[in-house]
């Protein structure tokens, strides 16, 4: 069992340094950060370009990357970013990190290259030396980790709780406002907690390479799992994460050691451990609590008073009504409506192999619909669409193939059981608050990836599994239509629901929780309707997408980390338009397939990179691109009416609160 132990307590000693990582950053900045792993790999990857493929020794390469790299690289992030975000919205926060966690990567790749490292040394000298402690093997490397896990939590416990500068990063959480006050400068003890906080990512990013190999998707899941021990630590509490996060390691290594070897549910549950430590203590929580909720302190009321309100939210903006009510009808959906009809018309322009890939770029659509429901009019940031549109594709396949149910009626039935989940996911992450919903909803993602996906029945040998479209589809074209079809179909759906008792109460809930309440609105029970009908969306679009591919293995196609790429992408586009909805999708499949046959190999690298600087981009531009440019194309033809008419230009003021009377009648009436 000591073997175990000791081995348990390396990899706990990694989740331990990305945990007091994690919780530095929130506890001073109020940003939880995703983009954790990314850089960890990052990092990772520039000491192995010194160290292994230009020969520099372990100290230089070392203080270059870990020392002077990482660091600088979090200065970079605070001033391009995160100095921007200190008191927006969790969700928009949350955000900007995926964007950093999709972006970061790819960006690697294109510095370093993209060949596969399964290997990677770590800060011990090579052949690393083993020493005998109890009877017990101990590598030089392991001994590597446990002194800084040692160094970590006197970093911690001493320096941030009993010196001056501990003090002064205390005081910053309290308030900024009034930290400024007494003659500190919040910027400064910001972005020392930055650069702190990326050396503790380069850290163990270095540490983990020789155990997970130099895989960006690697490094990602196992910055998740150190998200355990965040999430029992209630995000602030250092040591209590440390503490969970070496318990966590060696239950792991005991598990590994005492469950069958040669079963490959053995590995999957492995795996699975941490996140089944996430749903442990936020179940408990919830039940102790009644509400687990990221800390409302972040800052004081003085800093959120001299903070403008609302600016910050994936939200459609004041006065894009105003210009929209002014332009009318043809102001409001001409623009849309022109778009989508469009890119509808192209797989009659197109031949071949390029109408099957249109075909499978609407399914996408479907399935981000699931998101401009459950984010864009429900504002909540769930992270397992991908996961319902699995679920959906698995029961369209069981029922279809192996019970002989007639295919669209498979595809309903498991957006009906998508939607029963997407209840169950609902009723146990709202009441969390905005920032434990996304880690909810990630935890679920990756529970159902490690223990369903990778099942027997669902992998099949490798061969994974096959849907065939209905008898009336089985052209290409024919079946692109069907996707196209469904996907106006939903959007229509979503364009009424917005005019609905429950989209204008969501609409009122997006803006001000309190107010909805006040109101008499019930916040929790419309945010289960809509991420229950978001489910339901996301797992049709998940069988229409089984259809459109030969063949599926779920746990690489319906992977976690791959729906925080599409949600980027659609972030990126805008998450509250279904015209975006259209474009992300047709973008997922296009983009991929044009640099495939036309554009070098490294060129695949700058997609993610642009949309993952797209989904950061939401910090300014909360409506995505295609919204912020509709919105100026309005401003322009509002002006031009102005001049060809010789009228006024409208009150905008008048006409905000003419829409907000016009919003909370209408509400009021519905709801009485």
């Known amino acids: 069992m000591l073997q175990f132990v000791i081995a348990g307590l390396v990899l706990g000693g990694i989740y331990a340094i990305c945990s007091a990582g994690l919780v530095i950053t929130y506890t001073s900045s109020g940003v939880l950060n995703f983009a954790f792993g990314a850089i960890a790999f990052f990092i990772a990857r520039l000491y192995y370009f010194l160290n292994t493929q230009h020969t520099w020794s372990i100290v230089p390469a070392a203080v270059l990357s870990i020392v002077v790299a990482a660091p600088a690289l979090g200065v ?42 399964n290997a990677a040394p770590g800060l011990a000298p090579q052949p690393v030396a083993v020493y005998q402690v109890i009877g017990v093997a101990v590598t030089l490397d392991q001994v590597i980790v446990y002194a800084c896990v040692l160094a970590t939590v006197l970093f911690g416990a001493l320096i941030l709780r009993y010196t001056d500068v501990g003090l002064k990063v205390r005081a910053m959480v309290d308030s900024p406002a009034m930290t400024d006050l007494s003659g500190t400068n919040p910027n400064f003890i910001s972005v020392g907690v930055w650069a702190v906080s990326t050396l503790f990512a380069g850290l163990a990013g270095v540490l983990a390479a020789p155990i997970v190999g ?3 998707d690697k490094f990602t899941i196992l910055i998740a799992a150190s998200f355990a021990a965040v999430v029992a630590a209630r995000l602030r509490n250092l040591t209590v994460a440390v503490v969970v ?22 590995t999957e549950f492995i795996d699975a451990v941490p996140f089944i430590v996430v749903a442990v203590v936020l179940v408990y929580e919830l039940l102790r609590r009644g509400r687990v909720g990221e800390t409302d302190a972040w800052g004081g009321a003085l800093d959120r008073a001299i903070t403008p309100q609302g600016e910050s939210r994936l939200a459609g903006s004041t006065s894009s009504v105003v210009e929209t009510a002014s332009l009318g009808f043809f102001g409001k959906y001409a623009g849309p409506v022109v778009l989508i009809a469009a890119i509808g018309v192209v797989p009659l322009i197109v031949q071949g192999y390029w109408v099957g890939v249109m075909g499978a770029g609407f399914a996408y659509a479907v399935i ?3 998101w401009t429901i459950v984010t864009g009019e429900g504002g909540m940031l769930w992270l397992c669409q991908i996961t319902f549109a699995g679920v959906g594709a698995l029961t369209t396949w069981q029922l279809a193939a192996n019970h002989g149910w007639p295919v669209l009626l498979a595809v309903l039935a498991g957006g009906v059981i998508a939607l029963l989940m997407g209840v169950v996911v609902g009723l146990l992450s709202i009441r969390l608050g905005d920032l434990y919903v996304a880690l909810v909803t990630l935890t679920f993602g990756l529970l159902m990836e490690n223990l369903v996906f990778t099942l027997p029945t669902f992998v099949n040998q490798g061969l994974g599994i096959t849907v065939n479209p209905p008898g009336f589809a089985s052209s290409q074209r024919a079946f692109a239509y ?12 979503i364009v009424n629901f917005r005019r609905s ?18 109101s008499g609105i019930s916040v929790v029970q419309q945010k289960v309707i809509a991420g229950a009908l978001a489910a339901l969306i996301a797992g049709i679009g998940g069988g229409l997408f089984a259809m459109s591919q030969s063949a599926i293995q779920p746990n690489t196609e319906f992977a976690t980390f791959e729906g925080i790429v599409w949600l980027a992408v659609l972030v990126t586009w805008g998450v509250r338009s279904n015209a975006a909805a259209l474009l992300g999708g047709v973008s997922l499949a296009l983009l991929p397939a044009i640099t495939q046959n036309y554009l070098p190999n490294w060129t695949s690298n700058v997609t993610p990179v642009l949309f993952g600087l797209g989904a950061v981009s939401a910090a300014k531009y909360p409506d995505g691109v295609l919204a912020e440019q509709s919105r100026r194309l309005r401003g322009l033809l509002l002006h031009m ?5 010789g009228t006024d230009m409208p009150d905008l003021t008048a006409a905000g609160a003419e829409v907000g009377r016009a919003t909370t009648t209408r509400v009021a009436e519905n709801i009485s």
């Open 76 to 117: 970079f992030l605070y001033y391009a970013l995160f100095k921007h975000l200190r008191l927006a919205s969790p969700m928009i926060k949350v955000v900007a990190t995926i964007g950093l966690l999709v972006a970061i990567p790819a960006a690697a790749v294109l510095i370093f290259g993209d060949q596969p490292i």
């Open 214 to 216: 130099l895989d960006p």
């Open 245 to 266: 996060a070496l318990l966590m390691g060696i239950a792991t290594s005991l598990i590994e050691g005492y469950l069958p070897p040669s079963s490959a549910w053995t």
């Open 368 to 370: 981000l619909l699931s």
């Open 482 to 493: 069907l996707c196209f079809a469904v996907f106006v179909i939903i959007a229509l759906f």
């Open 501 to 518: 008792t429950t989209g204008l109460a969501l609409n009122a809930a997006r803006w001000s929780e309190a107010g909805a309440k006040t």
């Open 641 to 645: 009416r102005h001049r060809s008419g």
